[in-house]
């Protein structure tokens, strides 16, 4: 796959495992992550035993994915360097795990910000 991402659904059409594995890639490259946020905060979705943060490596990927469900969340950008040394952490202490690149299905890999984490180690 190119580092290009197309900014129509071809990437939400990619399985789970080939969208976290780019999201990955980029962000070890030094890519930033994106995620939803509204005045409250951040968009954590509750999943019973996982409250997870939905990320995306571009923000035109959020912003659709967020068109539907979550009208009042505007873009985050988080830099590579911060959501590996201050986010991940931070998630970790608080219980949080972290939904890679979601599908407009909903469907993504889900996993701890220590697995995360562990995943972006070179």
Known sequence: ?????????????????????????????????WTLADTEGCLIIDLGSDKVLPIWPTEALAVAWGEKDYTGFNSLEINAVDWAAKWLPGMQGDGFSVGVAPNLAGECIVSSAEEHGADLKI
Not at 5 to 15: K, Q, V
């Open 1 to 33: 796959m190119s580092n290009l991402i197309p900014l129509d659904d071809t990437f939400y059409r990619l399985p789970s495992r080939e969208r976290y594995e780019h999201v990955i890639k980029l962000v070890k490259k030094g890519s930033s992550v």
